[in-house]
C-alpha cells in the first residue's frame, strides 16, 4: 500500500468517527440523557439539602438547563454567520 493509500485511509477513518461524534451530539438519545443525569443529580441535591418536594422541584432547573442547551446550535449557528 503506497503512502497517499495509507493517508487517504487515515483521512476516511478519522472522518467517519467525526460524523459518529457529530451524530451523537445532535441525537435525541443524548438530549434525553442529560436531562435524566440532570434531573438525577439536582433531586440527590435537593434531597441532602433537606428541600421540598425534591422530584417536583428539580423539574424547574432541569428544565431551564436543558433547554439552554438546545438553543446554544442556534446561537452558535448566528455567531458563526457573523465570522
Not at 503506497?2 to 438519545?29: F, H, M, Y
Not at 439539602?49 to 446550535?73: E, H, M, Q, R, W
Amino acid at each position: 500500500m503506497s503512502d497517499i493509500e495509507k493517508r487517504l485511509k487515515a483521512i476516511e477513518k478519522r472522518n467517519t468517527s467525526v460524523e459518529l461524534d457529530k451524530a451523537w451530539e445532535t441525537s435525541l438519545a443524548r438530549k434525553l440523557l442529560i436531562a435524566l443525569l440532570t434531573y438525577i443529580i439536582i433531586v440527590l441535591f435537593f434531597k441532602a439539602a433537606d428541600l421540598p418536594k425534591p422530584y417536583v422541584n428539580s423539574i424547574v432547573p432541569t428544565t431551564g438547563f436543558v433547554l439552554s442547551t438546545l438553543t446554544l446550535n442556534l446561537f452558535k449557528k448566528i455567531w458563526t454567520k457573523r465570522k
